[in-house]
């Protein structure tokens, strides 16, 4: 067996030594693996690879080392993260500010103002927070992309800027309460 495919085992359950070491955020076993070929974007029985496995984890460091493995690995073709739809709530009145907002059509029911909308990654302003579905504003222009970006403070957040750190993630007692 080559030290390669050694670094690769999956065990009884379907883990690798790479997927244990990144959920514990062991940076020298993660590195060590790395160098001896353990496959980055290898995806465990879950379906997430070691790098997700360490960014739910809270383990920035271990993340960020399989980010740059997966990375270089794929040099030519960069890996897909996996784009997931993202929208911010805010009070219909906070967006009502841009200059450029529609006056409703006579026929169309204005919400509130205090009214909750979301802001899609698209930049375009629904109803509910599914993306496409009861729109209220298409955006489109760059003075919306700079009212958002400038005076909303909207941005879609990478996966680090989401990462609760490893040691302020309370484990869970089973005979806690979930409510």
């Known amino acids: 067996m080559t030290e390669s495919?050694?670094?690769?085992?999956?065990?009884?359950?379907?883990?690798?030594?790479?997927?244990?070491?990144?959920?514990?955020?062991?940076?020298?076993?993660?590195?060590?693996?790395l160098d001896a070929g353990a496959e980055a974007r290898a995806t465990g029985p879950d379906g997430r690879t070691a790098y997700q496995i360490a960014v739910a984890a809270g383990h920035r460091d271990v993340a960020e080392l399989l980010r740059a493995a997966?990375?270089?690995?794929?040099?030519?073709?960069?890996?897909?993260?996996?784009?997931?739809?993202?929208?911010?709530?805010?009070?219909?009145?906070?967006?009502?500010g841009f200059p450029g907002w529609p006056e409703p059509a006579d026929n169309q029911p204005r919400p509130e103002p205090d009214s909750v909308v979301y802001l899609q990654d698209d930049l375009t302003v629904t109803e509910g927070a599914w993306p496409g579905e009861a729109v209220l504003f298409g955006g489109g222009s760059a003075e919306w992309e700079s009212y958002c970006r400038e005076t909303l403070g909207f941005a879609v957040p990478d996966d680090f800027d989401l990462l609760v750190p490893a040691d302020e993630i309370r484990p869970t007692d089973p005979g806690d309460d979930p409510r």
């Open 5 to 33: 495919a050694t670094a690769s085992a999956r065990g009884e359950e379907g883990w690798t030594d790479l997927d244990r070491a990144a959920g514990r955020g062991d940076v020298a076993v993660v590195r060590s693996l």
């Open 70 to 96: 997966e990375d270089a690995a794929l040099a030519d073709d960069p890996p897909d993260r996996g784009w997931r739809p993202y929208c911010r709530a805010y009070r219909l009145c906070e967006l009502e």
